[in-house]
């Protein structure tokens, strides 16, 4: 589990393939000490696994599953990625609940400048934008924001310029992809909901009827 904080921005040193697979390696020199084998690791917002170590160098295979819902596997070195190390239950939760599986890939189809910060716009997978509610959450390339003026499944992001120096998204050109993971709270609550993954939703008097809460007819 992860939050969304950024807290380490590194270059892709090296993608190598393995069969069908591909390797990604990457320098976490500040991590080093403490780095364990197994370790998870948020790269772009994507959750994997070190299973390697040579030095200050980590490794990280992409399954055939990483690869078909990343771009993990068409980034170039040299590319700065977002890193963030798993959630302790002891630290702050400065962003939201990331869990570090993505949903989908989202583009960038606009930005401009918005006082000292920016404001980026986003188009996601059509199917993804029932999960946009103003001031709601959400995760682009591993980094928690706050969605603006949801339109469909296009929204607004207002990025202040500390993340613009501590993440990629000041890199991030309009057209490129993002990852992209929805609330986690929103899509449990989805699927907990009678009908939950899509439909119409029951009104309140039926969801209090179905709970027991109100009788079938009226006294």
Not at 79 to 107: I, K, M, Q, T, W
Request: a neutral charge; glycine letters at 14%.
């Amino acid at each position: 589990m992860f939050t969304g904080i950024i807290s380490l921005v590194r270059p892709l040193l090296r993608r190598e393939k393995s069969g069908r697979e591909q390797v990604l390696w990457i320098d976490l020199a500040p991590w080093s000490a403490d780095l364990a084998l197994g370790e998870s690791i948020a790269v772009n917002g994507a959750c994997l696994t070190v299973s390697a170590r040579v030095g200050e160098l980590a490794r990280f295979d992409l399954s055939a599953e990483t690869l078909a819902r990343t771009r993990l596997g068409a980034v170039e070195p040299g590319r700065r990625l977002n890193l963030e190390r798993a959630l302790r239950l002891s630290d702050r939760l400065g962003g939201h609940l990331v869990s570090g599986h993505v949903d989908g890939l989202g583009r960038l189809v606009g930005r401009q400048g918005s006082g000292a910060g920016e404001t980026l716009s986003f188009e996601l997978p059509a199917e993804l934008g029932r999960y946009l509610i103003d001031k709601g959450s959400i995760a682009l390339d591993g980094v928690s924001l706050t969605v603006v003026a949801p339109r469909g499944a296009r929204f607004d992001v207002w990025v202040v310029p500390h993340t613009l120096r501590e993440t990629n998204l000041g890199e991030l050109a309009v057209g490129e992809a993002v990852h992209v993971e929805a609330d986690l709270v929103a899509k449990w609550i989805e699927k907990l909901l009678p009908g939950g993954g899509g439909g119409p939703r029951p009104g309140l008097d039926e969801l209090l009827r179905r709970g027991g809460y109100l009788d079938e007819e009226p006294r």
